[in-house]
């Protein structure tokens, strides 16, 4: 009995420590396993460090743009290289650079505006202005100014509207049009509006679609992004070459976005042959797919999309209204000035529809499809006096317009072109175009254009080509026209 006492506490002592030596196996191998994954992530963390520093280091060398590479053209760890240098530098922080606060003095000493002594400063609501639609005031204008009969606002400057001077004239008219439009017909309002703030501003995607390569004018597409910079969050570019096995042209577009951008740009070039792959919504995928794998960027309800063509520059002041004020927009067309060959010259329609901008949280009715979005649009941004933009129809050179007339046929729509004579000889050269250009014909050889001029014309063209002049000469200069060097010698004077 005894003996097989001991026997049975020899067993459980053998036991026990068989299963103390099984626990410190166990914990040893998670020791090791925990400290392994530690090694691996210490070692991502610092390299992940040395690629920022470098991508830094990079950009601010360059000053210049963030490229997001196209990854069905490349493989997937260039794509991934190209993705590093997606460092966000986006316009949705403004607000410190595009509005000032008016300050109250309870002495008047150096003061934006002057309040009697006995108000409570500290009651006064602060009052921000927005920059580019306010006036300086005077001191004079200040102590004329009743502010015991009305609130405290901004001065604003003429074309500007508003307690803070934020409201363009185009979003003037435009909301006075459609709020009568709406009581009338019991439509729903196309925008529903809130005070500025820097805590309410969204992005906004210029989703540009440049059809075919040969038909594009660098000058006016550098116009086009130069003057939406500072406005836009992302640029969505996508295009197509008529010649597929013509790989330069693609390293080409690059060379040119890169000298032309200093933001984030997305770009993709259609595949496919007869470019069927280049619907809207095939590139509106693929973009959000970039901008997801690549920036690690997720678009949001409340986002802003701007959908155009390589003809169009949208006007830069009532798309930063949109962004600050408008928390939903439904699709807006834009009603743009008509401009043919360049901006001295314009349709007897005047204007034309094109272009549209909604919050994204709209185009799951278009299915995804910033094309059917504009088709399905029913609100208008602009009349026939005050533009959303401009849109630029054949401005390029004769030349290519008469590349562009031979390849018509091949494309969805044709151009109403009238041949120089009826003889069998008859044919389409520069020289025709040129001349058409310079007498102020369109290309059906019947419409008279008319003529501008930016001394007597309010919209003569966009603000960065006038200011630029020197860079868009070809498009603000009418070189073919006899008259050219008095319009040159009246702009100098």
Known sequence: ???STGLSQIVAGGSGRLTITKKLVLWSVLVVQLGFIGCIWLLQMNRSQLLQQTSVSTDSD??????????RNS???KDQRRGLHCVHRENVNRYQQDFYQMKADKFNRSADYAMPAYVDLELAPALWCYQEGTLNETSAQRNDRDYLMAQPQCLCDSGWHGRDCGQPEIIWRALMTHSRASKRGGY???LKLHEASATSVKRLYYMLNLGDWEHINLELLHLQLRTLIEVVDFFLIYYYVRDSRNHLIGRQVERNLNSMLSSNYVLYKCKGLGHVNCSGAAAYGHFRHQLWTLCSVQVQATDLILYGDRETVFSPAALKYLKYYASDVLPLRFRLKHNIYGFYWQH?????????????????SAQMDPQRLERQAIYTLGDLNHYGGWSCEF???SEQIVHMLQTSSVDSGSIPV???????SARIDANYVQKL???GVYLDGSTELLRLRQQSEKYFAPDTAILHSSQFGQLLYNMYDVNVLDDVQEDED
């Not at 007897?348 to 799951?364: A, C, D, E, N, W």
């Open 62 to 71: 360059s000053g210049r743009v963030h490229f997001v590479g196209n990854a």
């Open 1 to 3: 009995m005894a003996r």
């Open 418 to 424: 009238r041949l120089p004579n009826k003889t069998r």
């Open 348 to 364: 007897p329609k005047r204007t034309r529809l094109s272009g549209v901008i909604s919050s994204l949280v709209h185009m799951h």
């Open 395 to 397: 401005c390029m050179s």
């Open 188 to 190: 729903e309002a196309p």
């Open 437 to 439: 250009m310079g007498t």
């Open 75 to 77: 493989k997937f760890n």
